[in-house]
């Protein structure tokens, strides 16, 4: 299985953006964990993190035909970018949402994800666990 996995804005400051909510990993331990896990399970993950809006729908669009599966962590576009909504509904590829946080239990407008109806799941409170979780999803399949 090839995954595809797309983190958003500020994922990029992983082990340094709020820590007591984050962690203190990196982006590059979370990269390093999902390409283990895909190698273990005989698949391949590729990586794309991007701060720009247009940036990640390219990606969503690029990846129709060529990934089996998409793990995407929309970060603060969850809760308003129909944009993301849209690109993931119009590729052929099932997309899963993870956020390392309790989305629940933060704000008020984390809670609401307008991107969640274009995947097959949403899981999140988890930390970096949530992104293998998700890809479980897709080889359990």
Same mark, same amino acid.
């Given at each position: 299985m090839k995954f595809l996995i797309i983190n958003g804005p500020n994922l990029n400051l992983l082990g340094k953006?709020?820590?007591?909510? $984050?962690?203190?990993s990196t $982006?590059? =331990?979370l990269c390093a964990l999902i390409e283990g896990y895909a190698?273990? &399970?005989? @698949?391949? +993950?590729?990586?794309? %993190? @991007?701060?720009h809006e247009g940036a990640i729908i390219d990606a969503i669009h690029a990846a129709d035909g060529v990934y089996d599966a998409i793990?995407?962590?929309p970060g +603060?576009?969850?809760h308003y970018s129909y944009a *993301?909504?849209?690109?993931?509904? +119009?590729?052929?590829v099932?997309?899963?949402?993870? &956020? *390392? @946080? &309790?989305? =629940? %239990?933060?704000e008020s407008f984390r809670a609401v994800s307008v991107t969640a109806p274009a995947c097959v799941g %949403?899981?999140?409170?988890?930390?970096?666990?949530? $992104?293998l979780r998700a890809m479980d999803h897709f080889l359990k399949g």
């Open positions: 953006r709020e820590p007591g909510i $984050y962690g203190k $982006y590059a =331990d190698r273990e &399970h005989g @698949s391949e +993950a590729e990586f794309f %993190q @991007s701060n793990v995407i962590n +603060a576009y969850t *993301i909504l849209d690109a993931l509904k +119009a590729v052929e099932p997309a899963f949402e993870v &956020h *390392i @946080s &309790h989305i =629940d %239990q933060r %949403q899981i999140y409170g988890l930390g970096f666990d949530g $992104y």
